[in-house]
Structure formats: C-alpha cells, structure tokens
C-alpha cells in the first residue's frame, strides 16, 4: 500500500513506513529494532518525532499521515487542504493504522 506525501506528493510504501524509515534516522540499530516492536501509538513521542524531523519526515498522529518527507523541496508547504482531509480521516479511524492506510491509498492521498 502507497500513501503519498502531503507536501510533495512523493508515494511512500506503507511497510517502509513502518519497518524502514526509522533506520535512516540517527537511532541507534537496536533501538530502531526496538521501535519496529512499539505498539503503533508509542511511536510518535517527542523523541522520536524529533530523530525523525531531522532525517526530513513529519507526520500527523501516525506515521501513515507522511506530512513532510525527505523527497520535500527544502522551502515547499504542505498542502492544507490535504493535510486537514488527512487528519479527519487519521481522527475518524484512530489506532486502525491499516485502515487508514488503506484509504489513503483508495483516495490517493
Ligand atoms: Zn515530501
């Protein structure tokens, strides 16, 4: 399954998502093992939002939602209207991240 990227619109396999990127962050090998084991829902704390902004991604709750992606343009915005219809939908299916990506992938967003 592809979810595309808010602000570039660049497609994003949702298992790399899940099992890949955090490895092209400055985590450590076996911490990055260990976050692949994390309930979807302890993924995303400060911390490992913050590894991840520097590595170039942003997500909305989960990182199904790719708001920003290494691929970004360094100055491009995300696109508002995508990023909003994203977060209804994020909010409307909670923890359910296949669904969500699911329909991502059904809308091409
Ligand atoms: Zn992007």
Redesign the pocket.
């Known amino acids: 399954m592809d979810v595309h ?6 497609p994003w396999d949702v298992y790399y998502l899940w099992h890949d990127a955090v490895f092209d962050t400055e985590i450590s090998y076996e911490e990055a093992k260990a976050w692949c084991s994390l309930p979807h829902a302890q993924r995303l704390t400060d911390r490992y939002r913050e590894k991840f902004r520097a590595a170039g991604w942003e997500f909305g709750q989960g990182v199904v939602n ?1 708001v ?5 343009p360094k100055d ?1 915005k995300p696109n508002l209207e995508l990023v909003q219809t994203k977060a209804a939908l994020e909010e409307l299916l909670g923890d359910d991240e296949d669904g969500l990506a699911a329909t991502f992938e059904n809308h091409r967003l």
Do not use: L, M, Q, Y
């Open positions: 990227c808010s602000t570039c619109g660049e790719v920003r992606c290494p691929s970004c491009a």
